[in-house]
Structure formats: structure tokens, C-alpha cells
């Protein structure tokens, strides 16, 4: 005979079982994404497609996985990406050590190199959309998966390139109504210059570290230009006295800079000049900028020339720029962006009511009707009354109902509610199709 569990017990164990915790949840700094996030990252997308096909760049996508020494030799080791940052990946094969990708720029440049391109697309242009990993502190538009979309041009000397990639940034923006953009650019020199400014930086420096932070002590030794970007309070107050990258630039790489200014003012492409920006990674030659928005701390968006990376590789020679954008800081940007106006948003699209278990059935059938029409539509299953799918329709802000009934089946017709003005009327199915195209029009 079954055991009676008393009423009391039973409501308890109820209670206990549904506080009970979920033990699992996304990695720490990385999100899922739902479907609002998706309205955000199309609208990007699309005009990341739309920028591209204009300038001629063809859409890649590497591995997310690629040997770890890419990046310790490409993006490189001092660069805090790579000494910090970097998530390794342990195979059971002999692959050696892989990581998770922290940036695209090394993987393109070996994608390009391993098919053989050099050969034949010349420049390589390419664009990409793409998930990357950082092992970062999280806090706000800093995450531990994030995506970027960006541009780079292989086997591209010329100084219109760097133009070009600066350009097809700032469109990005443009296109998605990002209020105030603005280029902040430097140029580093190539080697012979940056060799020079070094020393320069060193002498200035000298006699001066002890007052600085442990990493700028660190850098002195290693990589003395990221002494200019350091955050730390201790080590502003020597920014402004050092020597400057472009007092320092010699030769062939200073026309170039001199260039790349010059095409941004063809096009008018508000820039300012900014002595202490160095970026953070290894691999930058000559020109290297970020790209900021009003209201907005962080940088949106950065790049540079990479002249001697695929060398660093171990592949030929070939210079090449590109940029990329953070997608999570862009969308941070549309969003306060949008606030006001979405206040007031219209209401669109149709939502499908059904109430009993033939109108549940007939409603497959209307959902191929629209499906065949390509309209579409919403609907709420897990409801049954009318009232909580209408509340869930007015919850979507869609402009029309449509409500099957018992009624409604039996006559082969549709109710179609105006969910603005609340007025209905029956309209026959055969004619549905045509009577929601012309209403849709209508708005
Ligand atoms: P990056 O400056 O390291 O450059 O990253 C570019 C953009 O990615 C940043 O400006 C930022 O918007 C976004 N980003 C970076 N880290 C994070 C993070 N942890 N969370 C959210 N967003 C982030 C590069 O990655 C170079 N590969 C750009 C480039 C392409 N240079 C030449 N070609």
C-alpha cells in the first residue's frame, strides 16, 4: 500500500524543492544572449556587411582555437593580452599549446599566409564578426567573452590603406547613428624611427622610475613606449614632458604619417593628434589610433600597422592595417542612444490568440499560411485564456491580434483585433493573407 505523506509535508518539500539553487551558471565575464541582444548585434551586423561590401572586404572566420605561440610571438609577450590575459586550451592530441583566441589580427594573417593568398589577392581584405576571450577583471563594456568586428588589409604598404581602415571605423558608426565619433591617432614610427624615439624615451625616463608604478618599472626594461599609456596615478605626471612619437619619426615613415592625415582630411574625418597613444599590443608600426564616442570612457574601437608581424611568424614580408570594435561597447552605445525614443516606439507585427483544443490545432494551420506569406508572427502557447495572450501581445508591442475561438473554427474565419484602438472584426481565413498584408501596409 502506498505511504500517505501528510498535506503540511507535501506543501513543505513543494517549497523546499523550488528554492532549491541551480548549481550552474555561465562563466564568470561571459553572457548569454537572448533575443534582445539580437536586435543590437543584427543591426551591427548588417551595417559591418554593409561597410565591407562597399570598401571590398570578403567576410573570415578562423578557428577560435590557434596554436598559443601566434600570439605570444605576434600579439607578444609583453603585451598584456598575452602575458595576462590569455586562456589556454589543454588537448589530449599532440597539438601543443593552444589558446583561445584574445584577437583576430595573427589568425587572419595566418589564414591568409597557410591558403596560399599572398599569391593571388593582393591585398588580402578581409572583415570578420567574431568571439574572442580575455582573461580580464570584468566590469563595465570589459568582458571575458566579447566579440569585435574589424577590418585588415595584408600586403598593404600604402598610406591610403591606413586611410582606408580608419574610414571604413568610422562608418561603422555612422551607419548605426553613434553620436560624435572621434579618431584619436599617433604614429609609433616603423623600426628605424621607433628605435631612435626609444632611446629618447629611456633618457627621459632614467633616474625617474623609482617614483613609478611596478609595472612601468617593469616596462623600462621591456617595453618602454607603454610607459606613455599607463593608467596608474603615480606615473601621469611624467606623460606630459616626455618626448613625442612623431618628433622622433624619420624618413619614409614620417611622410607616411603626414599622408595618412592628409586623406582623413579629404574626407573630413574629425581626428585628434594624441602623443601618448601607443595601443597595447606588440605588433603596431607607424600609424596606430582608437576610435571614441561622447559620453563613453573606453575606447570603441582601435587599430594600426602591422608591418612586420607575418615576419615575427615566421611567414615573408608583408605589411598590412586593420582595426577592430568591441560589439559590447557599441551596443552600450546604441542603447543609451535609444532610451528616449523607445519610450514612444510603434507597435508592430501580429500575435496569434487561440483558445480551446481545436483553435490550438487550426493554429498550426494559420501559422503555415503566414509562414507561406512570410509574415510574421508571434504566438503564446503555454497560455490558454485570452486575456493573458492578450496581455502578452500587448507585452510585445504587437499592432495586431489574431483570435481563434471554438466559433471561429467552426466558421472558418479569424477575428483580427486592432491592438492600438481594441476594434475587431471577423475576417474569412481564405482572405487572412491578403486582409494582414494590407493592414501591415496600411500603419
Ligand atoms: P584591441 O584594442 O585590443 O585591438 O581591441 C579592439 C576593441 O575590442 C577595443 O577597443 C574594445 O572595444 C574591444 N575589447 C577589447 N577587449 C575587450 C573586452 N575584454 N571586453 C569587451 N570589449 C573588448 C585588437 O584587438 C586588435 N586586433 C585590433 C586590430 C586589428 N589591429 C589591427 N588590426
Same mark, same amino acid.
Given at each position: 500500500?502506498?505511504?500517505?505523506?501528510?498535506?503540511?509535508?507535501?506543501?513543505?518539500?513543494?517549497?523546499? $524543492?523550488?528554492?532549491?539553487?541551480?548549481?550552474?551558471?555561465?562563466?564568470?565575464?561571459?553572457?548569454?544572449?537572448?533575443?534582445?541582444?539580437?536586435?543590437?548585434?543584427?543591426?551591427?551586423?548588417?551595417?559591418?556587411?554593409?561597410?565591407? $561590401?562597399?570598401?571590398?572586404?570578403?567576410?573570415?572566420?578562423?578557428?577560435?582555437?590557434?596554436?598559443?605561440?601566434?600570439?605570444?610571438?605576434?600579439?607578444?609577450?609583453?603585451?598584456?593580452?598575452?602575458?595576462?590575459?590569455?586562456?589556454?586550451?589543454?588537448?589530449?592530441?599532440?597539438?601543443?599549446?593552444?589558446?583561445?583566441?584574445?584577437?583576430?589580427?595573427?589568425?587572419?594573417?595566418?589564414?591568409?599566409?597557410?591558403?596560399?593568398?599572398?599569391?593571388?589577392?593582393?591585398?588580402?581584405?578581409?572583415?570578420?564578426?567574431?568571439?574572442?576571450?580575455?582573461?580580464?577583471?570584468?566590469?563595465?563594456?570589459?568582458?571575458?567573452?566579447?566579440?569585435?568586428?574589424?577590418?585588415?588589409?595584408?600586403?598593404?604598404?600604402?598610406?591610403?590603406?591606413?586611410?582606408?581602415?580608419?574610414?571604413?571605423?568610422?562608418?561603422?558608426?555612422?551607419?548605426?547613428?553613434?553620436?560624435?565619433?572621434?579618431?584619436?591617432?599617433?604614429?609609433?614610427?616603423?623600426?628605424?624611427?621607433?628605435?631612435?624615439?626609444?632611446?629618447?624615451?629611456?633618457?627621459?625616463?632614467?633616474?625617474?622610475?623609482?617614483?613609478?608604478?611596478?609595472?612601468?618599472?617593469?616596462?623600462?626594461?621591456?617595453?618602454?613606449?607603454?610607459?606613455?599609456?599607463?593608467?596608474?596615478?603615480?606615473?601621469?605626471? !611624467?606623460?606630459?614632458?616626455?618626448?613625442?612619437?612623431?618628433?622622433?619619426?624619420?624618413?619614409?615613415?614620417?611622410?607616411?604619417?603626414?599622408?595618412?592625415?592628409?586623406?582623413?582630411?579629404?574626407?573630413?574625418?574629425?581626428?585628434?593628434?594624441?602623443?601618448?597613444?601607443?595601443?597595447?599590443?606588440?605588433?603596431?608600426?607607424?600609424?596606430? !589610433?582608437?576610435?571614441?564616442?561622447?559620453?563613453?570612457?573606453?575606447?570603441?574601437?582601435?587599430?594600426?600597422?602591422?608591418?612586420?608581424? $607575418?615576419?615575427?611568424?615566421?611567414?615573408?614580408?608583408?605589411?598590412?592595417?586593420?582595426?577592430?570594435?568591441?560589439?559590447?561597447?557599441?551596443?552600450?552605445?546604441?542603447?543609451?542612444?535609444?532610451?528616449?525614443?523607445?519610450?514612444?516606439?510603434?507597435?508592430?507585427?501580429? !500575435?496569434?490568440?487561440?483558445?480551446?483544443?481545436?483553435?490550438?490545432?487550426?493554429?498550426?494551420?494559420?501559422?503555415?499560411?503566414?509562414?507561406?506569406?512570410?509574415?510574421?508572427?508571434?504566438?503564446? !502557447?503555454?497560455?490558454?485564456?485570452?486575456?493573458?495572450?492578450?496581455?502578452?501581445?500587448?507585452?510585445?508591442?504587437?499592432?495586431?491580434?489574431?483570435?481563434?475561438?471554438?466559433?471561429?473554427?467552426?466558421?472558418?474565419?479569424?477575428?483580427?483585433?486592432?491592438?492600438?484602438?481594441?476594434?475587431?472584426?471577423?475576417?474569412?481565413?481564405?482572405?487572412?493573407?491578403?486582409?494582414?498584408?494590407?493592414?501591415?501596409?496600411?500603419?
Amino acid at each position: 500500500m502506498p505511504i500517505k505523506i501528510p498535506k503540511a509535508q507535501k506543501k513543505k518539500e513543494k517549497k523546499v $524543492s523550488s528554492r532549491k539553487k541551480f548549481l550552474f551558471s555561465s562563466p564568470r565575464g561571459m553572457h548569454d544572449l537572448f533575443k534582445k541582444d539580437f536586435e543590437y548585434r543584427d543591426k551591427i551586423e548588417q551595417a559591418t556587411k554593409k561597410v565591407a $561590401s562597399f570598401y571590398g572586404f570578403d567576410r573570415i572566420e578562423t578557428p577560435i582555437l590557434e596554436d598559443a605561440k601566434i600570439f605570444e610571438r605576434g600579439t607578444g609577450l609583453s603585451s598584456e593580452v598575452v602575458s595576462k590575459q590569455m586562456f589556454y586550451a589543454k588537448s589530449r592530441g599532440s597539438e601543443g599549446r593552444l589558446a583561445l583566441r584574445p584577437e583576430m589580427t595573427p589568425g587572419v594573417l595566418r589564414a591568409y599566409i597557410q591558403k596560399g593568398l599572398q599569391q593571388v589577392l593582393v591585398p588580402g581584405k578581409f572583415f570578420y564578426i567574431s568571439p574572442l576571450f580575455r582573461y580580464e577583471r570584468p566590469q563595465a563594456g570589459r568582458f571575458r567573452q566579447f566579440w569585435q568586428l574589424g577590418f585588415e588589409v595584408i600586403q598593404s604598404p600604402q598610406a591610403i590603406y591606413d586611410a582606408q581602415i580608419i574610414i571604413a571605423t568610422y562608418k561603422i558608426c555612422q551607419e548605426l547613428h553613434i553620436k560624435n565619433p572621434i579618431i584619436k591617432i599617433n604614429s609609433i614610427g616603423g623600426r628605424l624611427s621607433r628605435n631612435g624615439y626609444i632611446k629618447k624615451l629611456k633618457d627621459y625616463y632614467r633616474g625617474k622610475t623609482t617614483k613609478m608604478c611596478k609595472d612601468c618599472q617593469k616596462r623600462y626594461k621591456d617595453n618602454p613606449l607603454r610607459m606613455l599609456d599607463c593608467k596608474n596615478e603615480r606615473c601621469q605626471v !611624467f606623460k606630459d614632458e616626455a618626448p613625442q612619437a612623431i618628433d622622433a619619426l624619420v624618413g619614409e615613415d614620417r611622410n607616411h604619417f603626414k599622408q595618412v592625415l592628409e586623406y582623413l582630411d579629404e574626407v573630413e574625418i574629425p581626428y585628434l593628434i594624441d602623443h601618448a597613444l601607443v595601443r597595447g599590443l606588440d605588433y603596431y608600426t607607424r600609424t596606430v !589610433f582608437e576610435i571614441f564616442s561622447e559620453n563613453y570612457d573606453a575606447a570603441l574601437g582601435g587599430g594600426g600597422r602591422y608591418d612586420y608581424l $607575418s615576419e615575427t611568424l615566421g611567414g615573408p614580408k608583408m605589411a598590412g592595417v586593420g582595426s577592430a570594435m568591441g560589439i559590447e561597447r557599441i551596443i552600450d552605445i546604441l542603447k543609451e542612444q535609444e532610451k528616449p525614443r523607445k519610450t514612444s516606439q510603434k507597435r508592430q507585427g501580429i !500575435f496569434l490568440v487561440q483558445m480551446g483544443q481545436e483553435a490550438k490545432k487550426r493554429s498550426l494551420r494559420i501559422l503555415e499560411l503566414l509562414y507561406e506569406a512570410r509574415i510574421p508572427i508571434k504566438e503564446s !502557447f503555454t497560455k490558454d485564456s485570452m486575456k493573458a495572450q492578450l496581455k502578452a501581445a500587448d507585452k510585445e508591442g504587437s499592432r495586431f491580434a489574431l483570435i481563434l475561438g471554438q466559433r471561429e473554427v467552426f466558421e472558418d474565419t479569424i477575428l483580427l483585433r486592432d491592438m492600438k484602438t481594441g476594434n475587431q472584426e471577423v475576417v474569412a481565413c481564405e482572405k487572412l493573407v491578403s486582409e494582414v498584408k494590407k493592414r501591415l501596409k496600411k500603419k
